[in-house]
């Protein structure tokens, strides 16, 4: 087993038949994590409609939760795990193991439509959402890069080439923030996608 720490996420992977599979934990210690049933974890939301990771059947799924009707959905249904989900506009994205590796899926909810973003046999977790774009930790050049999908144009553009680690990205409007070790500790970093410059946030 291999404890890996990403900022307030705790990943614990272990190889199963081949296939590497990360739980994400909270918070508390491992024991208390690794018996305390999980169903709800990870919740995010926009206007009305709460996402969350939950594991009611023996495998994690996506759900969404309308805060005024209290009405649940299952969005995704699929015998791998689908974890750490975030919601913006029409869509939701999350993690998935589905292929033997993480990947990133979108579904788009007026039609309830589900469709898988990325296609690289590396390791493409943690996305967040803002209008068209998607952004995404991925490690298939070797250490943590984000990288970032337009929605409209299919399009998917590396945003970070540092061979350290950029992880944990947020995005609103303009801007893509992630923690950065490039500097030998974890640091902020933004990038302005009007100048596709990057810099160090200083706090
Ligand atoms: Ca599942
Ligand atoms: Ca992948
Ligand atoms: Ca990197």
């Known amino acids: 087993m291999d404890i890996k720490y990403y900022g307030i996420f705790i990943f614990l992977s ?17 024991n208390d994590e690794l018996s305390t049933e999980k169903i709800g974890l990870n919740p995010r939301i926009f206007d009305e409609n709460m996402v969350f990771s939950g594991d009611f059947s023996g495998n994690f799924e996506i759900y969404k939760y309308n ?35 993480w990947d990133i899926y979108k579904y788009y909810i007026p039609g309830n439509i589900e469709s898988r ?27 943590w890069d984000i990288y970032r999908y ?10 970070t080439s540092d061979p350290s680690n950029q992880i944990n990205p947020a995005i609103s409007e303009d801007f893509i923030i992630w923690v950065d ?12 996608m009007r100048s596709d410059f990057e810099f160090k946030i200083s706090i």
């Open 67 to 101: 805060i005024y009707s209290a009405l649940k959905s299952k969005v995704s249904n699929n015998a791998g795990n689908q974890i750490n989900p975030a919601i913006n506009g029409d869509y939701i994205v999350w993690m998935d193991d589905r292929n033997g590796n």
């Open 117 to 143: 973003v990325t296609y690289d046999p590396s390791n493409q977790i943690n996305p967040a959402i803002d209008g068209d774009y998607i952004v995404w930790m991925d490690d298939r050049n070797g250490n």
């Open 181 to 192: 070790d490039r500097n030998g500790k974890y640091e902020i970093f933004r990038y302005d």
């Open 150 to 159: 337009s929605i409209p144009n299919n399009f998917e553009k590396r945003i």
């Open 14 to 30: 272990v190889s199963v038949a081949g296939l590497i599979f990360f739980a994400p934990f909270t918070n508390g210690s491992l």
